[in-house]
């Protein structure tokens, strides 16, 4: 197949996916909703169900200019700009990985960012079923990796990634929390580290992830404090700052790590 060809394919299946996403986004923060059930979308605001030629990922956004066909309600932003974006990484990582097992562990690993990175931002939460799917999907494919390489290492250095990622983070929530005399960081965000240390192995890995989510969230924490005037004392979650700066680290991890070196003068 041409290259063209498969961008295209790749392009459609990451908007298929970022639908399914989007309905993991929706329904998993609500108590009375499950993924399975109802089987329909339907529309928050008039519960009217959706049809299937109102619910094609992007498409049906533009043409509906972004309300619903019977309320006239707004359709949030964030649902096409969640299929977009799945659309665009799965494309992303395919010029990275080309055709490789590699390549389906980077898919998957940003299936599931995406829905924490969404759910995180808004509900300040970290939903442990989602985690539980990257740890399930992301052992079976670096297992599968680390079989056709033929190479143990390739496992037991993604397994210590798991182990001391969330042991990193469990540590600086703990130490965060004594210092400041509140909880400084949800569990679910230890956990998350985890399944980071699991999809990206150690040990630069982790110090470029937990470094570079540091100090974004610090910059923005500090731009939403000075600029918009937000509330000092309002939480601001950490998982989508842990999940950017995993896609950085999963794309250009040895670039990044190799012009620090240079940087500091110790290569
Ligand atoms: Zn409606």
């Known amino acids: 197949m041409d290259d063209i060809w498969i961008h295209i394919t790749l ?39 959706i049809k299937a030629y109102d619910n094609i990922p992007l498409l049906s956004y533009l043409l509906l200019g972004g309300k619903c066909r019977y309320c006239k309600t707004k359709i949030s932003i964030i649902y096409p700009i969640v299929e977009l974006a799945t659309a665009v990484l799965f494309i ?25 990175f969404v759910i995180d931002a808004r509900h300040y939460i970290i939903p442990n079923g989602i985690s539980l799917t990257g740890l399930i999907l992301g052992l079976g494919i670096v297992g599968i990796i680390a079989y056709q390489k033929g190479s143990i290492d390739y496992l037991r250095i993604r397994l210590i990634g798991f182990v001391a990622g969330g042991l990193a ?3 600086i929530a703990f ?26 192995g150690a040990w630069k890995e982790l110090v ?60």
Request: aromatic residues 14%.
């Open 92 to 116: 992303v990582m395919y010029l990275r990985f080309g055709k490789t097992l590699e390549f389906v562990l980077a898919v998957i690993f940003v299936s599931v960012l995406i829905p924490i």
């Open 169 to 171: 983070l469990w540590l």
């Open 11 to 49: 392009f459609i299946f990451g908007l298929a996916i970022g639908s399914f996403l989007n309905v993991c986004i929706y329904r998993i923060p609500l108590p009375d909703k499950s993924i399975y059930s109802p089987r329909r979308s339907f529309c928050p605001e008039c519960n009217q169900s």
């Open 208 to 267: 470029m992830v937990i470094g570079i989510s540091a100090l974004t969230g610090a910059i923005i924490g500090t731009l939403l404090i000075v600029i918009w005037k937000r509330d000092r004392k309002s939480p601001i979650p950490f998982g989508p700052f842990l999940a950017g700066a995993s896609v950085v680290v999963l794309l250009w991890g040895d670039q990044l790590w190799e012009s620090y070196l240079r940087f500091a003068g110790w290569n």
């Open 175 to 200: 130490i965060g929390s004594a210092i400041m005399r509140k909880t400084a960081m949800g569990g679910g965000d230890v956990k998350l580290m985890a399944i980071i240390g699991l999809f990206l």
